[in-house]
């Protein structure tokens, strides 16, 4: 039997203990009291779907609402799509006539969609971004935002007279230190067409114009990526980056390239747990020089006072 709900000061009470811990059962429309199981309140009301699907087949057939609004799409998946598909509602096949017309709103459908500029520009880099993201692993959050400052770029015409692969690479770049994921700019460079004296060029253009607020790129992000392809044990990954924090605290890291100051902390690390990897096999991984590796290892080690050998 359901009782009445009773409120003090605003907050739902239940009338036989006092108990203000509700169970809600969304299956039955019910609100039960947690501390002695009374049934306060059974007229919930259900706001779900009035159909059953039990496939997910099933499910997209029935739903009569769209995909959600996303910036990875030119026009965020807003516009009208229409269908390849031959057949009425009812699954019968359309007569010629129909087929005719059908083909016909098609063509101009798609055509008006791609009719603007800054459309067309939009679907070359994203698909570049798409293309980017995949080869580097990147994850969907900092694509979201690539496309995000890339839009910002386009609307205030920062591409006008660029590369679109430049402006597009350099947003992946920033949204990767925003979401701080651990991608050099090399990295990026390798991947894309241009250099990494054009592609930091376009980094900083879209900071300076646009205002953005990126992080200073760390080593200690570096270190799982790096630890993984390497295949450290735990001990090892703790040591490097207990070296870099120690690092930071006396500003040994100001100015320095992140991948050589991680790289040397894994040397270092290497030597004093027993897991040791060359310098050469450290400088392909992290982007740099065996020289490079060399010089801030003997910094680290001198200005940390560590004695690896």
């Known amino acids: 039997m359901a009782g009445s709900i009773n409120t003090e000061n605003g907050v739902v009470v239940c009338p036989e203990c006092g108990g203000k811990d509700f169970q809600h059962d969304a299956s039955r429309g019910e609100s039960t009291c947690s501390s002695c199981g009374l049934v306060v309140s059974a007229q919930h009301i259900d706001t779900g779907a009035e159909w059953r699907?039990?496939?997910?087949?099933?499910?997209d057939a029935r739903a009569r609402t769209g995909a959600p609004m996303s910036l990875l799409i030119p026009d965020k998946g807003l516009s009208t799509t229409i269908g390849l598909s031959m057949k009425d509602a009812a699954g019968r096949a359309l007569n010629g006539s129909t087929r005719a017309a059908m083909y016909r709103m098609r063509k101009w459908q798609i055509r008006s969609i791609a009719h603007s500029s800054e459309i067309r520009n939009l679907s070359i880099a994203l698909r570049e971004l798409d293309r980017l993201?995949?080869?580097?692993?990147i994850s969907r959050d900092a694509?979201?935002?690539a496309s995000f400052i890339y839009r910002k770029a386009l609307s205030k015409r920062l591409v006008r007279g660029r590369s679109i692969e430049g402006m597009i690479s350099g947003a992946l770049y920033i949204a990767c230190r925003m979401h701080r994921v651990p991608r050099q700019l090399d990295e990026l460079a390798d991947e894309s067409i241009l250099s990494r004296r054009e592609l930091g060029k376009c980094v900083r253009q879209l900071i300076r114009y646009l205002d953005l607020k990126v992080p200073i790129?760390?080593?200690t992000n570096l270190i799982p990526r790096v630890a993984s392809e390497l295949n450290l044990n735990g001990k090892t990954v703790v040591r490097a980056g207990s070296i870099i924090s120690q690092a930071k605290e006396r500003g040994i890291t100001a100015g320095k390239d992140p991948g050589g100051i991680a790289g040397a902390a894994i040397y270092i690390a290497g030597i004093l747990e027993d897991d040791r990897r060359t310098q050469r096999e450290i400088a392909e991984i992290v982007n740099v020089t065996e020289v490079t590796i060399r010089n801030r290892y003997k910094e680290l080690a001198?200005?940390?006072a560590i004695s690896p050998m």
Do not use: H, I, V
Not at 133 to 137: D, E, P, Q
């Open 53 to 59: 699907a039990f496939t997910r087949e099933e499910k």
């Open 133 to 137: 993201a995949s080869n580097l692993g």
């Open 143 to 145: 694509k979201d935002t």
């Open 217 to 219: 790129p760390s080593a």
């Open 302 to 304: 001198r200005k940390l």
